[in-house]
Nanobody
Framework: QVHPVESGGGLVQAGGSLRLSCAGS???????MGWFRQAPGKEREFVAH????????YYADSVKGRFIISRDNAKNTVYLQMNSLIPEDTAVYYC??????????????????WGQGTQVTVSS
């Protein structure tokens, strides 16, 4: 099993940057990892995904070019570097782990283990 734990959220001004971390217990290095977010009154949405090796990454169009997902398997940690933040990025960000292989990385049902989330607030 994997128990993702997010950290690094906070309050930042528009245009600023934050780096989220997701520490996984167990053999998280064997899992593909994703980041999702949920804003108040909205459905959870896909943000980014990285394969178990870190060799492939995928992004939602809304964050492409601004966010970077990466992983350090030696540390069992996945990162989400968020740059050029805008108020619309305000949400609770969740880390999730999947041991499946396939193309449905944008679908929350692809993931088995979820963290508790970390709040990101971007002020205008």
């Amino acid at each position: 099993q994997v128990h993702p734990v997010e950290s690094g959220g906070g309050l930042v001004q528009a245009g600023g940057s934050l780096r989220l971390s997701c520490a996984g217990s167990g053999r998280s290095r064997d899992y593909a990892m994703g980041w999702f977010r949920q804003a108040p009154g909205k459905e959870r949405e896909f943000v980014a995904h990285v394969t178990w090796s870190g060799g492939n990454t995928y992004y939602a169009d809304s964050v492409k070019g601004r966010f970077i997902i990466s992983r350090d398997n030696a540390k069992n940690t996945v990162y989400l570097q968020m740059n050029s933040l805008i108020p619309e990025d305000t949400a609770v960000y969740y880390c999730a782990a999947s041991n499946l292989r396939g193309a449905n990385y944008y679908d929350g049902r692809f993931y088995t283990y979820w963290g508790q989330g970390t709040q990101v607030t971007v002020s205008s």
